[in-house]
């Protein structure tokens, strides 16, 4: 019988080291040939295994997206939070990401605004806590973040077609005019519920000069419901109750959200970039000369929608994925 083994020079069986090279190179041949006849394992595992594996690279969404719920679930998570400055740096990662996925994958703009708006609460929460910190520093509050969307509005609302600009002004108008009611009824005036107001009529304001031969916006809106629930009130949409000036305000996030998706869409269907629907990679093939511009506008209009949902939550809203967005728990990804 012929032995299996070689003996090496010291007389015990065993493999040489020629040998042990062809034995692993075969089983991780024979490896790949099992996965890829299993059809089992996820390409997105696979890509981060071998990245060099052409032909299952990600699309610029798909990226975007991952990384994205990457670092959502390790700024929840206290192994990823225990180092150093983690505690402001995950979540504010994880909102800047988000706004890249708002981008890059329009049928996904819904989810990624309001879990942008959650991160940024969370890196808002967590900087209050730690005020010495000099990361606290870095952390935009609401109104400092919805001034930045509303200066760089100009630019971003001649993206919209009339309908668009029309139905973005008009529920800017109407929230300002809402919040504005509301804190003239507050004892003694609210001054920080003014200045909201105020912002959103500025963005109104905006969104009305993007087309000049109409303006949508309305002197007076109803009131009834302000005046029947000055303090709390149910949010249509979920059954929640809330803070009254918060469901304003993620209402008017909600209907922007609506009118930027289908204005992120179209630009993205005429530029090229980020598409994912086809699960291919785009990397190679660049973008159109107009792309950078016109992706820097978008960010303005995901932005602004998602500084209003940030604003509702500091005001009060319930922070939680559900209570924003009813479709977050029939992703298909891995719950977090």
Same mark, same amino acid.
């Given at each position: ?54 032909? +299952? ?5 798909? #990226? ?53 708006? +959650? ?97 949508? #916006? ?8 302000? +005046? ?70 978008? #960010? ?37």
């Amino acid at each position: 019988m012929q032995t299996l083994l070689r003996l090496g020079a010291n007389g015990r069986g065993g493999l040489n080291r020629r040998s042990m090279g062809r034995f692993r190179r075969c089983l991780l041949l024979l490896l790949g040939v099992f996965v890829t006849a299993s059809g089992c394992a996820s390409p997105i595992a696979i890509q981060r295994v071998d990245p060099h594996q052409d032909n +299952l690279s990600l699309s610029s969404c798909d #990226r975007a997206w991952t990384d994205a719920r990457l670092l959502t679930r390790r700024a929840a998570d206290p192994f990823f939070t225990s180092a150093a400055g983690a505690r402001i740096i995950l979540p504010l990662a994880a909102a800047q990401t988000w706004q890249d996925v708002t981008v890059r994958c329009p049928t996904r703009f819904d989810e990624a605004v309001n879990r942008s708006a +959650l991160a940024w609460m969370t890196a808002h929460t967590r900087a209050q806590q730690t005020p010495a910190s000099p990361l606290s520093a870095t952390v935009e509050d609401p109104g400092t973040l919805t001034t930045q969307a509303v200066q760089s509005l100009p630019a971003a609302a001649r993206l919209l077609n009339p309908v668009q600009v029309s139905d973005a002004a008009k529920a800017e108008d109407e929230s300002g005019f809402s919040l504005i009611l509301l804190a003239g009824r507050r004892p003694g005036g609210d001054q920080a519920l003014l200045s909201v107001g105020d912002r959103h009529h500025e963005a109104a304001q905006t969104l009305a000069s993007a087309d000049p031969t109409a303006d949508p #916006r309305q002197a007076v809106y109803s009131v009834q419901k302000l +005046l029947k629930h000055p303090q709390t009130m149910t949010d249509p949409a979920n059954g929640l109750e809330a803070p009254t000036e918060s469901v304003v305000e993620v209402n008017c996030a909600r209907s922007l959200t609506q009118v930027f998706r289908s204005a992120v869409s179209t630009v993205q269907d005429a530029d090229g970039f980020g598409t994912a629907s086809q699960g291919r990679d785009d990397r190679s093939e660049g973008p159109t000369p107009a792309c950078h511009e016109h992706e820097s506008t978008l #960010r303005t209009l995901s932005l602004l929608a998602t500084a209003h949902t940030y604003t509702a939550l500091s005001q009060g809203y319930p922070a939680f994925p559900q209570a924003l967005l009813s479709f977050v728990q029939e992703s298909t990804a891995p719950n977090e």
